[in-house]
């Protein structure tokens, strides 16, 4: 996106205002004594404005039964690159530019109707007015197709690496080396990105065809002893979600933080395992985190970690970034804030529950196709549809993806087959097979108890309150994300009578909801998951 002038002005003007004088340093000889800090961001997915939240199912890792408790402590208005910069601004400058490094975990600059009308280089520039320093490639990051991500790089002033993707081409890693060492607060900071290593069953496979996405604890222990020998800290920044960054931190030595994302997590103070600090910082540039470092003679000292939220009363905006903002969604502006329908309630996403807004989008997938029953992946992206109005910025919000869909029919044992994947995903016993949440369906009702063996852990299945027939075929909608077999649903491409349809997911639910006009939450099917004990 070419900008005016000016507003290139306004974005250098700020870039020069926020930027970090920490640069890549050449191992110094001695063992350092200072003090720094990470500020970092994971798992922003396009949100570059601030957006409305209360207690509850805010956002889709909020307010979800099926995790940890995780919530906002009251209503008002969070986030927005613009509050995000004067948040950064205040802590550069109370400790000094030099002493402060910040970082981003990934699922970055997609997931958002800016972002895919910009291709994802929005963000890009907002991240380049902040001054980010360093960004770990999440599995959102290759939406956009490897081609398109390698381009924003070459917009990017920081770089985005991953060591645990390859370029099936060169046998490199994707973009180039995964590893910097910055100077920060006079310590030699080194830090080494991560990627999700199940990248390639999170979207389009067209996406990732390029790419070999690996182990990111084999890839750390490769890289570890010569970033170790470079540095007097040890970073890593990680797309991976918590549970294997603790597996990470267990299983190889020598690490002294990880910088965490993915699993959408809000880890403060820092959580300690095996000798090693573990942060993350929630989603959505809601919050921003804030870990400092005292070394002493290069050994840690102590680190303490805050998660602050940005309520927009608390940290007004930055005036270069919110008009930086303000010119990135001039020419899509109508687009983007045209009203579909009104919200009677909170209509939110949830990941390892059943979903009001998948419930919701089922159902008009449903109506448009005369279907039985419709499934969707279970994504954990996106803010909720508060009371009010519906604008097509938010619904791009929860459907970001240019999915297709696809009509078939399934028998009653096929269902009952992806259900029980959905378990295993949800309790795989590995955490590295870990990959999407719960299955979101329309027209089902199901239990199931991830403490009991694969294959025998469904039971009491519904199609529209009646009980499944293990023979019957049932007609089915889904998308064509689904029939490739993301999430490791590969059942669908045994379906009978597939049709793939000229449709865009986004665009049936969209009409659905100016159909209706008046959109209430919907009830909920009973979808009852027991975890393993």
Known sequence: MILPKILL??????LLLLATGALPAAPQPGAASGTFTILHTNDIHGRHRPFAVA??????????????????????????????????????????????????????????????????????????????????????????GSARTRELQQLAHFPMRGANVTDKATGQPFLGDPTQVFTVG?????????????????GNPKNTAALTFSSGIEATRRYLPGLRARADVVVVLSHQGTKVDEQLAREVPGIDLIVGAHSHDRLTPPRRVAGVWVVQALSDAAVLGQ??????????????????????NQYPADPAVAALVDSLRAPYRAQL????????????????????????????????????????????????????????EALYTLLPHP???????????????LLEQSATNLNPGNDLLRVGGLIQSSGLAWAADLGRPAGRRVRAVQVNGQ????????????????LSGIHRYTTFAQGQQIQQLDKGVTDVVEAGLRRRRKIAPPVLARVQIQPAK
């Open 55 to 144: 207690p509850g199912n805010a956002t889709a890792q909020t307010g979800d039964p099926g995790r940890p408790p995780s919530s906002f402590a009251h209503a008002g208005t969070v986030g927005g690159f613009a509050h995000l910069a004067t948040a950064v601004a205040r802590v550069r400058q109370q400790r000094g530019a030099a002493s402060v490094l910040l970082l981003d975990g990934g699922d970055t600059f997609g997931d958002d109707l800016l972002a895919n009308q910009t291709q994802g280089a929005a963000n890009i520039h907002l991240m380049n007015a902040l001054g980010y320093q360093f960004m770990a490639l999440g599995n959102h990051d290759y939406d956009y």
């Open 9 to 14: 002005q306004v974005a250098l003007g700020s």
């Open 467 to 482: 009980p499944l027939a293990a023979t019957r075929a049932y007609r089915v909608v889904t998308h064509n994300g689904m």
């Open 337 to 392: 804030e045209e009203v579909l329908a009104t919200a009677t309630g909170r209509i939110g996403r949830q990941y390892k529950s059943a979903s009001p807004f998948d419930q919701l989008a089922g159902e008009l997938l449903r109506e448009a196709t005369g279907a039985e029953v419709a499934l969707l992946p279970g994504v954990g992206y996106g803010v909720s549809l508060e009371a009010g109005p519906i604008t097509r």
């Open 291 to 312: 870990l400092t470092v005292q070394v002493q003679k290069g050994h840690l000292t102590k680190v303490e970690g805050i998660a602050p939220t940005l309520w927009a």
């Open 403 to 417: 999915s297709k869909l696809v009509t078939m029919t399934l028998t009653g044992a096929q269902l009952t087959t």
């Open 186 to 202: 006079g310590v030699r900071v080194g830090v080494l990105a991560l990627t999700y290593h199940n990248s390639g069953l999170t």
